[in-house]
């Protein structure tokens, strides 16, 4: 009886885990939020921001939310570290990608590896979370500039690849991911809208596995 309450009672308290991956830049601020989620979420409060160095390798924090367990997998940004991401895909339930918004001369080059991401097959189904990053800083763009700097990057992406003959149906699954899009601004610094990051991730995630079940 012991045994079949014991089980019973585990049954209704199970949480089921779920990973996210925040990717993006060096310096775009990814550790610096994922210190700041744990603050918000746990007991044990992050690290503070003079205390973070640039991350070689990945950093890693876990979170309890109702009936559910979220594991932030926080991957170093440099160029030469940004080869491990794709080791993640896999096994990630969701992708943010955090873009520093007050940094207008590396914004193209977020965009290109944001591109690489968005068009990766692995996570090609997987919800994505775009965050501007640093909204406190006077110098930051908006969440709606973010958007419309990405839109006019990839504008002029396409045009250029329309001249080479690339593949239009590669650049079709890439429209419709951009169209989908969620943009968010937060200061990971400071803590703005880090909560409705969090938010929008505990609901996709449960609603991707939801589909899954389904299937
Ligand atoms: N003003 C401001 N600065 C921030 C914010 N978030 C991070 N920073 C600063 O940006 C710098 C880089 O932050 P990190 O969190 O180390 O960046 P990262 O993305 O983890 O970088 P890598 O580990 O090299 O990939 C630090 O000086 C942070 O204090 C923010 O919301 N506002
Ligand atoms: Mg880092």
Redesign the pocket.
């Known amino acids: 009886m012991y045994h079949l309450l014991k089980g019973f009672h585990e049954y209704l308290t199970r949480k089921e885990e779920f990973s996210v991956i925040i990717i993006?830049?060096?310096?775009?601020?990814?550790?610096?939020?994922?210190?700041k989620i744990k603050t918000l979420y746990t007991d044990t409060p992050g690290l503070p921001?003079?205390k973070?160095?640039?991350?070689?390798g990945q950093n890693m924090g876990k979170i309890t939310l109702p009936s559910t367990i979220i594991q932030f997998w926080?991957?170093?940004?440099?160029s030469g570290?940004r080869s491990i991401w794709p080791r993640y895909y896999d096994d990630c339930h969701a992708v943010a990608y955090?873009i520093?918004a007050?940094d207008r001369e590396r914004l193209s080059e977020g965009w290109e590896v944001f591109d690489n991401v968005l068009s990766s097959r692995q996570i090609l189904g997987v919800p994505l979370l775009l965050l501007a990053?640093?909204?406190?800083?006077p110098d930051?763009l908006s969440v709606e500039e973010i958007r419309h700097d990405y839109e006019d990057w990839h504008q002029r992406k396409l045009e250029s690849a329309r001249r080479r003959y690339a593949a239009e149906m590669e650049m079709e699954h890439r429209r419709e991911r951009i169209a989908s899009l969620d943009v968010m601004g937060?200061?990971?610094?400071?803590g703005s809208g880090v909560r409705e990051a969090v938010d929008w991730l505990f609901i996709r995630v449960q609603n991707s596995r939801r589909r899954e079940d389904q299937t």
């Open positions: 993006g830049l060096d310096g775009a601020g990814k550790t610096t939020l994922l210190e921001p003079d973070i160095g640039p991350t070689i926080d991957l170093g940004g440099q570290i955090v520093d007050s990053n640093k909204q406190d800083s930051s937060i200061s990971a610094l400071e």
